[in-house]
């Protein structure tokens, strides 16, 4: 079974630059999270989605990153315009559609803003 | 808010030590309980989890213990190898199914 795809692995941008990540869950996995993880910190919920609608968006820096989930299977993480702070690693996880369900994780993009 | 506490590493053993790392929780309500294990340059994988009180997960001769009167969830493993070095996080179930996670622990066992 295929895991959760990210792309890219790692990107290194300038403030004020744009960015985007792109995650591809597991078939059949109606649930997706992204979530932030700056160094030295656990993971941090951005946002998740229940097929293609928004579950949870409160921790979502709304001015600056958004994201969508089209067609309830692959999902966008976008930053625009990056700031310093915004350096982490960006995980998506997907789960079936419980609370107790596993959520399986991706590798993670790594973002270096400078 | 809901929050997880974990003990601040690094923690260093060697190799066939006994492993001990505290996560303690705050929550409303009885969530779901979790350890997640990082292992170096790999994704999060989920360790083990318990879905209520007294409930015990265990996973790969890793053990944790739901205690509902002290709110706390502790790792333990009666032997570690050196395969067992990685980065250990404590979580919490949230209302909606999301993770709270600690902020982790480091984990390195000397040969």
């Known amino acids: 079974e295929a895991g959760v795809a990210q792309s890219p692995r790692y990107k290194i941008i300038e403030k004020r630059q744009s960015v985007a990540f792109w995650c591809n869950p597991i078939?059949?996995?109606?649930?997706l999270y992204w979530y932030q993880q700056i160094l030295g910190q656990g993971p941090k919920l951005l946002i998740q989605?229940?097929?293609?609608?928004?579950?949870?968006d409160s921790q979502l820096p709304k001015d600056r990153f958004s994201a969508e989930r089209l067609k309830g299977v692959d999902s966008t993480l976008k930053i625009q315009p990056a700031k310093l702070e915004d350096s982490a690693v960006y995980l998506c996880?997907?789960?079936?559609?419980?609370?107790?369900?596993?959520?399986?994780f991706g590798q993670g993009t790594r973002l270096t803003v400078v | 808010g809901d929050s997880v506490t974990q003990m601040e590493g690094p923690v260093t053993l060697s190799e066939e030590a006994f492993l001990t790392i505290n996560c303690t929780y705050t929550?409303?309500?009885?969530?779901?309980l979790f350890w997640y294990v990082q292992y170096p340059g790999e994704g999060l994988q989920l360790l083990l989890k318990?879905?209520?009180?007294?409930d015990k997960g265990s996973n790969k001769g890793f053990e944790a213990t739901y205690r509902k009167e002290t709110t706390s969830f502790h790792l333990e493993k009666g032997s570690v190898q050196v395969s067992d070095s990685a980065v250990y996080f404590c979580?919490?179930?949230?209302?909606?199914?999301?993770?709270?996670f600690g902020k982790g622990t480091k984990l390195s066992v000397k040969p």
């Open positions: 996880a997907s789960s079936l559609a419980s609370r107790t369900a596993e959520a399986f």
């Open positions: 078939s059949g996995h109606a649930t």
């Open positions: 989605f229940q097929n293609n609608g928004v579950v949870d």
């Open positions: 929550a409303t309500g009885y969530p779901s």
């Open positions: 318990a879905t209520k009180a007294d």
């Open positions: 979580a919490l179930g949230g209302s909606q199914g999301n993770l709270i």
